[in-house]
């Protein structure tokens, strides 16, 4: 992360033109690319889970797993500093994405 | 992740003594894991954004640094095979947790 000991610009001045900021934002634009990937790769995974659930006859969703999930992130989040509810609301944002790709995916086996 | 080549299960046994779905979950396990660490390092970085942001009076919101972020990430997703419209559905939904943090920040400053 970038020092906060320059000086604080012109706020008249557009954000975009601020050295401070502009080096906050790169590291938040590497994260992000690393998030992308991560998330690539997490549904290359849950897309071969959902054909292998459409081919087993097992269904999209698994209520007990999550229950799991959510319960294992929201202790890594306290450990991380994140907020756990946010955790909580993240996993809850991709698995929806998953069931939606896993209900596709069962749709087009029957 | 793990191969597909063990005979499927039996579809009347829960999902969870299923060893291929197992192993699956075990890498799922392992990325959210790394997601958890790397949004809980995001939002140290956004949070020293928000300060700083509230110390030198900018808007809490960019929307041109916003459509900035959108366009690479979907340009990222296309070449991860992540879907686009997910990868700004997802940005929009980290966004508006960030803009919420700074929002607070900037109240408390005021």
Redesign the interface.
């Known amino acids: 992360?970038p020092s906060?000991t320059q000086p604080?610009?012109d706020?008249s001045s557009?954000?975009?033109d601020?050295p401070?900021?502009a080096e906050?934002?790169k590291?938040?634009?590497n994260?992000?690319?690393?998030?992308?990937?991560?998330?690539?790769?997490?549904?290359?995974?849950?897309q071969?889970?959902g054909k292998?659930?459409a081919?087993?006859?097992?269904?999209p969703a698994?209520p007990?797993?999550e229950q799991l999930?959510i319960a294992?992130?929201r202790k890594?989040?306290e450990e991380?500093?994140?907020?756990p509810e946010?955790?909580e609301k993240?996993?809850r944002?991709i698995i929806d994405?998953v069931i939606r790709h896993h209900e596709k995916a069962q749709s087009r086996q029957g």
């Open positions: 992360m906060q604080l610009p706020p557009p954000a975009g601020d401070v900021l906050f934002r590291s938040i634009d994260i992000d690319a690393a998030l992308i990937h991560i998330l690539a790769e997490r549904f290359r995974i849950t071969a889970v292998y659930k081919r087993a006859s097992l269904p698994d007990g797993r999930q294992r992130l890594l989040s991380a500093e994140l907020d946010f955790s993240f996993l944002f994405e």
